[in-house]
């Protein structure tokens, strides 16, 4: 990935991490702020992974939290541990575990698989965050209460199967899917419809959009390396300047006299479909998309 100069402070930018398992995403954040405080106060993350999961975890540093969304809406990689035979009232190994007495085959289970490619439906689990009535429904279920989900629109783009061990009743595999889709939900599916039930043993996210958990550090070690820096040194190992970060969204390059203008939140003409990278010789200067009522690009984010 190219790192591009900007006149942004060293402090602005991603940190690829490989979140543990045991902590939650917020766990993440609140470890990387203490260890760069006070030089950077504002720390977010664009994709929240589950405690039990691990994997690629993109933190937003300083002025970079800005960007979040772009970074949430990407595709996603993972790899997981599907069990069969045993059925989770969360989906995963972490709920209420129970057998079903039934045990399949590989083949029985890539009959399957074609059901759940492309555009899907899937039905939001009670575990998640997505409000019913007001509330948050991993609230109800806390409380051992059981509604109606609403159901979602997903894209499975590729659930390559890498390994069956027909005696544990897993499967090894990696899916690729949009933003938003439930995996413990798709192991869940898949399990239902072989008739055997089945729930989510093992997941790592492996990529989010072009960033690859095979750049991440550990936290650990991110830890460890910010701890020995010499008095005054601003340099935070790994960091990703937001420049180079969003690559994946065209650009618009700008003239010097537009420069300021951009700055000031001026609209720019054109058309586009969705975000673009506002930048000058290879500098971010912002992010821009369409007008909603008319031609011409509006400021999304101030970079």
Known sequence: MAQFRTRKAPEDGLLLIDKPEGFTSHDVVARVRRVLRPAVRKVGHAGTLDPFAT?????LVGRATKLARFFVDLPKEYECVVRFGVRSDTGDRTGVLEESGRRVTAAEVEAVLPRFMGRISQRVPMTS???????????????????ETPVKEVEISAIEVLG????????????????????RQLATDIGEAVEAGAH?????R???GDLRLDDAQSLEAFETE??????GDLHIPGLVPPGAALQFLP??????AQVPLVRNGARLSGTVEGAVRAVYRGELIAVYGPVEDGPGLRLLVRV
């Open 206 to 208: 492996t990529a989010t």
């Open 164 to 183: 069956f061990d027909e005696a544990a009743q897993t499967m090894s595999c990696r899916i690729a899917c949009s933003k938003g889709t439930y995996v």
């Open 251 to 256: 650009a618009v390059e700008l003239s010097a």
């Open 55 to 59: 994997g690629l975890l993109v933190v």
């Open 200 to 204: 989510l043993h093992e997941l790592s």
């Open 129 to 147: 965050a997505v409000k019913v009535d007001g509330e948050r429904l991993y609230k109800k279920a806390h409380r051992g209460e059981v509604v």
């Open 226 to 231: 910010v701890a020995g820096r010499a008095p």
